[in-house]
Structure formats: C-alpha cells, structure tokens
C-alpha cells in the first residue's frame, strides 16, 4: 500500500497540486492524504487554505483532509520541528492517528529547507520527497543549508512556469531536476473557481491594486505599506484609470485601506476595496483587469504569463536596498520582478509592456546574485557571479548588489574603479599592515 501526502499552506498551492495531479505529475497511490498548514501569524483569526472559498471544487483530487495545526496544537506550524530522539515516536504517533499502518509513505512539500515542510520530511525519514514551488522563489537560491539526510531524498521540483525559459536554481546543490507543471492544466483548475466569492463585486477591467502585508515580514513599517498603496492608486490614476479595485492581502488589518480610501475619496477615484478573500487569479478572469499593479507578488507574473494582463510594478528599488540579511529569500522574487516588470511611473513602457531585460540577461543576474546570497552552498557559482560582475556591473544593476557582500566575497566591484590600484599597490599594502600591527599592540 501507498499514501501520498501532500502538505500545502495555501490554496494556490493546492490549485498546483492539483493541476499537477490531473496531468499525472504523481504516479499511483492507494490513498492520497492533503495535510493543510495555516502558517499565518494568528492562525485562529486568519481562514487556512482548507477555508478558502473555492476549496471544495479542488477537494475531491485528494482521499483525506488533516489539519497540521491540529495534530501538533498548541505549537505553531512555523516554530516548532520534532526532535531528533523523539522523530521515531512521532512516526509512530502519525501512522496510528492517520491510520497509515505499514503503507509506503510518498510526501509533496513547499519550502523544504524550513518548517512545516521540513519538519514533516524528518518525521518520515524514509520516505521520497516531491518539492512544489508556487512563486517566485523556486529560481532562487535555497535559503537555508538542507540535512543531506533530507537533502538527497528529493527526487524532483515542480513549479509554475511563471518566467518561460528561467530554470529554477532551487534544490540543484542536490542535483535536483525541475519539472514544469503545465500551464493549460493550471490555468483548468483555476477556471474552476473562476464562480466562486458570490460576494464579489462586479467591476469591468479595472486596475487591479495587489496587497502583500510586507510589514508582517518587517520589510516596510506599517506607515510605509500604506503608503506605498497610495503610490498604486496615483500610479493607475495617472495612466488615466478611473475604475480601482484593491485586493488586501488576506492577513492585513482591515484599517489599512483607510489611508487609500480617503485619498481616492480626494482624488475622485471609484475604488472597490474587496474584503472576501479569494485568489488574485480569480479576479484576473472574473474582472479582466486593464492593468494589474503590484510590489513583488508570485500574482504579477500569473497576470502577465497565464492571461496576458498588463502589469506594472511599485517599490521595489528601496526594497532591494532594505532587505536584510543579504540572503533575504525575499531577494530573489523583488529581482525578478524588477528586472522584467515595467515601473509604474513609465507610461510608456506599461502600455508597451515592454520587459526590463531577457531570459539570458536575467539568468545570468540571478546567478550571480544567487551566489552572493549563498556561497558556501552554490560555490561553483562563482566564475558565473564574476564574469556577470565583469562585464554588467553598472548603476543600473548595482542595485542588486551591496559592495560591502562583494567586498566579503572578493567579487568584482568590491573596491570602487578609482581606487582598484589600492590593492595592487605595495606601499600601501605595507602602511596597512603596519596599522594593523599597531592596533593590535594598542588592544594588549
């Protein structure tokens, strides 16, 4: 007997199992469990995936639902992990209380390299490992060092071909190969919730303004969220949109959309805040939007690349200033998104929809910045990271980039170009060393 099981934290993710499901993404199995995880900050105050309205459509792909919540409550999904000495017992725990007896246990994960996921894999260490990818992430580095114990157990990474001809580098430290879940089938499952949110409002092609509750992530300061929805709505207004539509992100404070009512209120604007929580991709076929406007959201790409909307970007210059740590896994999806996505301040290059750069220049980009965010697991990533800095390293890409990483790293671009000769130079290498030499003695 075989169980798969699948563990997802939201219902895009679910909608990419299933898509993959219906095109026999996964072999044969005698019972297929969906173990859901509500990873949200408060989750008794936030719906989970399995709440979702539009859920019971993609419920009959799977034999069982269970709660991780549940099964581990008190503990929060995202802070807690088994111990080692204690990973048999909770084998043994979940087999009888999931009825799983002796079966062949097969798992489907997101974001391996931390928990849930993660947690999951080391209670069933003898099981393989499917990682689905719903966003952005998938073409950037793995963010944390995986237990090899865990590590060589994937077998595969499906993901959403969000960027056409962008390989994933997630996972390849393990030789890990990427498989695309098709796009026709993912679009199907979607279309499938296209009726569900009877409350939803009917509005004809507005601009479409995307929340994403960065200050949850300590990104942007709670003012400066607001703030930057503000910079939307002048944005779409300024391209001559009249029609708004706001879709919050499901976790964000209701009074957030006050600071954008009052100024739509004051610029003349129709704007629709939505308050019932459905996916974005819902509203791209229910709406159409003329134009779909956003930070750093997976949604921007799904507009443009599975229903040829236009898209425009807000904010993520003094994002990719602001992360930190460098190996910040926001990193990755703000690149991507700036680097291809026109400004939206750019009239001319939102109505032309017009790419910042192509699929080789962005590959070779995120290579290098790959290696910048996690040298010691992609190390031979480094002739790619130094040529890129070679020859592209200019004002338009250092943004991407912190001399003080580089300087770490010993990367082009660590010194600036008037002061190169400075290492080059023995007299100074000399002066240098005897300061050194002098601070140390002052510190005795």
Same mark, same amino acid.
């Given at each position: 007997m075989t169980t798969q099981i699948f563990?997802?934290?939201?219902?895009?993710?679910?909608? @990419? $199992?299933?898509?993959?499901? %219906? =095109?026999?993404?996964?072999?044969?199995?005698?019972?297929? #469990?969906?173990?859901?995880?509500? &990873?949200?900050?408060? +989750?008794?105050?936030?719906?989970?995936?399995?709440?979702?309205?539009?859920?019971?459509?993609?419920?009959?792909? /799977?034999d069982d639902v269970i709660?991780?919540?549940?099964? #581990?409550?008190? /503990?929060?999904?995202? !802070?807690?992990? *088994?111990?080692p000495d204690d990973v048999p017992l909770w084998e043994r725990h979940l087999r009888l209380?999931? &009825?799983?007896?002796?079966?062949?246990?097969?798992l489907a994960v997101e974001s391996i390299q931390v928990n849930p996921a993660l947690g999951v894999c080391q209670i069933f260490m003898g099981a393989p490992v499917t990682v689905y990818a719903d966003g952005l992430m998938s073409y950037g580095p793995t963010r944390n060092k995986i237990d090899p114990l865990v590590g060589t157990r994937v077998t595969r990474l499906l993901h959403l071909d969000l960027v056409p001809g962008?390989? *994933? $580098?997630?996972? =390849?430290?393990?030789?890990?190969? +990427?498989?695309?879940? +098709?796009?026709?089938?993912?679009?199907?499952?979607?279309?499938?919730?296209?009726?569900?949110?009877?409350?939803?409002?009917?509005?004809?092609?507005?601009?479409?303004?995307?929340?994403?509750?960065?200050s949850a992530l300590e990104i942007l300061t709670a003012q400066e969220e607001e703030e930057l929805h503000v910079r939307m709505l002048k944005g779409a207004l300024a391209l001559g949109h009249t029609r708004v539509v706001f879709k919050p992100h499901p976790s964000a404070p209701a009074r957030w959309s006050r600071m954008l009512e009052r100024e739509a209120e004051k610029l003349g604007a129709d704007l629709t805040v939505l308050d019932t929580p459905v996916l974005a991709e819902v509203l791209y076929q229910r709406m159409r939007p003329a134009l779909v406007v956003g930070c750093f959201s997976?949604?921007?790409?799904?507009?443009?690349?599975?229903? !040829?909307?236009?898209?425009?970007?807000?904010?993520?210059?003094?994002?990719?200033?602001?992360?930190?740590?460098?190996? &910040?896994s926001n990193r990755v999806p703000v690149t991507i998104v700036d680097a291809l996505l026109p400004e939206l301040t750019?009239?001319?290059?939102? @109505?032309?929809?017009? *790419?910042?750069?192509?699929?080789?220049?962005?590959?070779?980009?995120?290579?290098?910045?790959? /290696?910048?965010?996690?040298?010691?697991?992609? +190390? %031979?990533?480094? *002739?790619?990271?130094?040529?890129?800095?070679?020859?592209?390293?200019?004002?338009?890409?250092?943004?991407?980039?912190?001399r003080k990483r580089l300087t770490s790293l010993a990367l082009p671009g660590a010194v600036p170009a008037q002061l190169a000769f400075i290492p080059r130079n023995a007299t100074v290498r000399r002066v240098a060393r005897r300061a050194r030499s002098l601070k140390r003695a002052v510190g005795r």
């Open positions: 563990m997802a934290s939201t219902l895009y993710g679910v909608a @990419t $199992l299933a898509a993959a499901l %219906d =095109t026999d993404g996964f072999g044969p199995a005698d019972r297929r #469990i969906l173990l859901v995880s509500n &990873n949200a900050a408060t +989750p008794e105050t936030t719906p989970g995936p399995d709440e979702m309205p539009g859920f019971e459509r993609l419920r009959g792909r /799977f709660s991780w919540n549940g099964t #581990i409550s008190p /503990f929060h999904p995202g !802070g807690w992990a *088994p111990r209380a999931w &009825n799983l007896g002796d079966d062949d246990v097969e962008l390989k *994933p $580098l997630l996972l =390849t430290e393990f030789g890990v190969e +990427p498989r695309i879940v +098709p796009t026709d089938a993912f679009v199907k499952v979607l279309a499938e919730l296209v009726d569900t949110g009877d409350e939803l409002p009917s509005v004809d092609e507005p601009a479409l303004l995307l929340g994403q509750y960065l997976t949604a921007l790409l799904t507009a443009s690349a599975l229903y !040829g909307l236009p898209v425009a970007r807000v904010g993520t210059g003094p994002l990719l200033d602001r992360l930190t740590p460098y190996e &910040n750019d009239g001319a290059a939102v @109505t032309g929809q017009r *790419p910042g750069t192509d699929v080789a220049e962005l590959t070779r980009l995120l290579r290098a910045v790959g /290696f910048a965010m996690q040298p010691k697991i992609y +190390p %031979d990533l480094r *002739p790619a990271a130094e040529s890129y800095l070679t020859d592209r390293l200019n004002q338009d890409t250092w943004r991407y980039f912190k």
